[in-house]
């Protein structure tokens, strides 16, 4: 295996392990008999157990950023109004969670974790710097863009999160019931 296909394979180990076990119970044999590679591929490649976390949080964000790039003409449709263009929005980041388990339990996991740092959430402020230019347009001046969209991703992952455990039921009532608590917070902040 080359470098590049071992370090993809490490990345999405890291992703199943953690999602599955946790970060505390993720050890660098684990990862590395996942991934079906030499533990000492993650010293070469990443420098160590903790970096590899973090590419694999970035790598995570840098798939979710896309996504929402990909899709936000759509959801935004400006002929909309302000409350139909969320909520297609919020569709769109409600799916991308519910439709991977992994990832969305990987990221959930690592957020609230002690590996989440300040230097990380800077890092992710560069990749979403594009989305947040959109949000920015939309929201009234003066408000903390990135402050709010880690609002609403926060509580669109952690209720995801329960749907995928099944605490709560998968449905189009749930994403509504997550939707009609959002929204009101989130309007405060719109453009007039």
């Known amino acids: 295996m080359e470098q590049t296909a071992i370090k993809q394979a490490l990345i999405e180990s890291t992703i199943h392990t953690i999602s599955e076990f946790g ?11 996942c991934a079906g590679v030499n533990e000492v591929y993650i010293y070469r490649i990443f420098g160590g157990k903790e970096q590899l976390f973090r590419e694999t949080f970035n790598f995570v964000d840098k798939d ?9 003409s759509v959801a935004y449709n400006r002929g909309n109004n302000i409350e139909t263009r969320f909520r297609n929005l919020f569709k769109l980041i409600w799916q991308y969670a519910i439709d991977d388990k992994e990832k969305c339990s990987f990221f959930i996991r690592y957020y609230y ?3 989440y740092t300040k230097q990380i959430s800077d890092e992710r402020k560069i990749i979403y710097t594009d989305v947040i230019k959109i949000f920015d347009t939309i929201f009234a001046r003066g408000t903390d863009t990135w402050w709010l969209f880690n609002h609403i991703l926060d509580v669109v992952f952690s209720s995801a999160i329960k749907v995928l455990r099944g605490e709560i039921i998968d449905s189009e009532e749930t994403a509504d019931a997550i939707f009609n608590l959002l929204f009101p917070a989130i309007k405060l902040y719109f453009k007039q």
Request: charged share 15%.
């Open 64 to 72: 979710f950023s896309s996504n929402l790039l990909n899709y936000l």
């Open 23 to 33: 970060i505390d119970n993720a050890t660098t044999k684990q990862l590395a008999a």
């Open 113 to 115: 974790s002690r590996c």
